[in-house]
T-cell receptor, first 112, second 112 residues
Framework: EAGVTQSPTHLIKTRGQQATLRCSPI?????VYWYQQALGLGLQFLLW???????NRGNFPPRFSGRQFPNYSSELNVNALELEDSALYLC???????????FGPGTRLTVL | DQQVKQNSPSLSVQEGRISILNCDYTNSMFDYFLWYKKYPAEGPTFLIS?????DKNEDGRFTVFLNKSAKHLSLHIVPSQPGDSAVYFC???????????FGPGTRLSVLP
């Protein structure tokens, strides 16, 4: 069974640009979660989507946004990039109503 | 193929007793391990970490044990409290903190 996939693996942007990160959940999973793992910090919750709707978001500014498509894949968009946005962005998926989350390998975003 | 496994989806423990959560990994290059706790609809919270140069790390009620030869680590919570009821994720990385791989989680229920 294919796991959670994320693309791209690495992304390099400059300040002020926009970044788009993509996630495909495990087949049958309807919930997708996004996390930020900044260097030296713990995992920070960003967004939770289920059945195409945003269910919850963490303590991040509005320039972090996303969406979930009918096939349950998801995009994370970060506008007006800042240097401190450099981090590993993890996506996870789960069955609806289940807390067990399966994580993807992450996208490493570097903002120069 | 999951590189980090938590084979017990759930665990129930009586308040005041010890909770032991287990995690197995397959990649011998992993050298840094973390445990996260996650409440419903919230992001994971970092609990405790251990590097491969140690076999034990303690922080209050939480102790993590690492058995490198068995590729196994465990989290001990003593004494368990009802507020510990959550999903616990084990995570592992190579190069001390790069590209974490997470297990699917174990739901701990501490019964009063």
């Amino acid at each position: 069974e294919a796991g959670v996939t994320q693309s791209p693996t690495h992304l390099i942007k400059t300040r002020g640009q926009q970044a788009t990160l993509r996630c495909s959940p495990i087949s049958g999973h309807t919930s997708v979660y996004w996390y930020q793992q900044a260097l030296g910090l713990g995992l920070q919750f960003l967004l939770w989507y289920d059945e195409g709707e945003e269910r919850n978001r963490g303590n991040f500014p509005p320039r972090f946004s996303g969406r979930q498509f009918p096939n349950y894949s998801s995009e994370l968009n970060v506008n007006a990039l800042e240097l401190e946005d450099s981090a590993l962005y993890l996506c996870a998926s789960s069955l609806q109503g289940r807390d067990e989350q399966f994580f993807g390998p992450g996208t490493r975003l570097t903002v120069l | 193929d999951q590189q980090v496994k938590q084979n017990s989806p759930s665990l129930s423990v009586q308040e005041g007793r010890i909770s032991i959560l287990n995690c197995d990994y397959t990649n011998s290059m992993f050298d840094y391990f973390l445990w996260y706790k996650k409440y419903p609809a919230e992001g994971p919270t970092f609990l405790i970490s251990i590097s491969s140069i140690k076999d034990k790390n303690e922080d209050g009620r939480f102790t993590v044990f690492l058995n490198k030869s068995a590729k196994h680590l465990s989290l001990h919570i003593v004494p368990s409290q009802p507020g510990d009821s959550a999903v616990y994720f084990c995570a592992a990385s190579e190069n001390y903190g790069q590209n974490f791989v997470f297990g699917p989680g174990t739901r701990l229920s501490v019964l009063p």
